[in-house]
């Protein structure tokens, strides 16, 4: 299957966006918090469920914590849940929902591969889930069915997993798949059969589950042992597009656009072009680069807020930089590196 590359389609002259700052917007933070020594790889609120738009969790060592966003703008503790493994690091977190009752589910994994779904309206560890044979970078909830998520490895391979009955019920690896760590994946937002991911073979891939779709109806009404599932293999993606010549740890569907992220210090924003007949014919025509300057070591993602009208990056010299796409992306803050103050953690929830 050929690669696509930047020079393919009508837009392979891509405009470059602007990093003029804008004092229209500008953010200061309005609390600080450090959990514990070791670092914290992830952060998100739950999109999942208007009822707790104000939460937010994070993940970092072997802990994962749930916060609530207060009036004041400071951040109160709620809950907090400590792996068995002590030597677990969790790097990627995800909101997902409970399939009977609507329960709000924490899903969260790392370096040692097994995803934990953590119930949080009963302060539980609901489910573990085994199959990958290597750490897990990233996980994403698909949004038009939020009891199914999808997950990333450095085996080079991606599943797709129900969180009701624990099934892994597609994986994404073989002939056609990543040739190195699968570094980010993503849902498109409209289309339910469809997502992205990414890695370090330096590719974006988009795969489709239409032909699998039985599969997925099959693992709601399962009623047998989860490791005795059909689980099926898709080896080809229907397009493999090679819009950055190093690594790509971030990908992110913007209606039928995708922002990609290289450690060559730019995102780019490019229009996958797929044709449904013929798998890996497809095209793709690149719109827009946005420059990111110190930004060249991997696992540096960024993340739009719910209405994907801002978009957030760190850098390894400053703190962040946000950027309005709605008129054309901006950067719109430069913050300095600062100091954070050391804070003695509340009372901590233990979860069995």
């Known amino acids: 299957m050929a690669k696509l590359g930047p020079g393919q389609g009508l837009g392979c002259e891509a405009a470059e966006g602007s990093l003029v700052p804008s004092r229209k917007r500008e953010y200061k933070p309005c609390g600080k918090h450090t959990e514990g020594k070791r670092p914290l790889y992830a952060i998100g609120f739950n999109f999942m469920d208007a009822r707790y738009y104000d939460v937010f969790a994070t993940v970092g060592g072997n802990r994962v914590t ?74 994403r909830t698909q ?30 690896a073989g002939a056609g798949g990543h040739r190195n760590e699968v570094l980010s994946v993503d849902f498109h937002p409209s289309d339910i059969e469809c997502f992205a991911s990414c890695g370090m073979d330096n590719t974006v891939k988009i ?22 599932f059909p689980t099926k293999y898709v080896q080809f993606p229907v397009l493999i597009a090679a819009v950055h010549s190093n690594y790509v740890d971030c990908t992110r569907w913007l209606g039928d656009f995708i922002l990609s992220k290289s450690v060559d210090n730019e995102i780019v924003l490019w229009e996958p072009k797929t044709k449904e007949q013929s798998p890996g014919e497809g095209s793709i025509d690149i719109l827009q680069k946005y420059p990111v300057p110190e930004c060249d070591i991997w696992f540096i993602k960024f993340s739009c807020d719910f209405h994907f009208n801002q978009l957030a990056i760190a850098q390894s010299l400053e703190l962040a930089k946000m950027a309005p796409y709605g008129d054309g992306m901006k950067w719109i803050i430069r913050a300095p590196k600062t100091e954070t103050s050391v804070a003695a953690l509340p009372p901590v929830v233990m979860l069995d």
């Open 143 to 172: 949004p038009l069915k939020p009891s199914l998520i999808i997950s990333a490895s450095k085996d080079e391979s991606v599943r797709l997993w129900n969180v009701h009955t624990g099934i892994c019920i597609l994986i994404f």
């Open 207 to 228: 795969w489709s589950m239409k032909e699998f779709w039985l599969y997925v109806d099959k693992s709601y009404s399962w009623t047998d042992l989860p490791s005795k």
């Open 66 to 139: 749930t916060y609530r966003c207060l009036e004041n703008g400071s951040f109160a503790l709620l809950q907090a849940y400590i792996d068995e493994d002590k030597d677990e690091s969790f790097y990627t977190l995800s909101w997902a929902r409970d399939h009977d009752d609507g329960s709000p589910l924490l899903v969260a994994a790392g370096s040692n591969g097994i995803i934990r779904v953590i119930n949080c309206a009963t302060e539980k560890l609901a489910k573990s889930f085994v199959g990958h044979g290597d750490s897990i970078n990233e996980i």
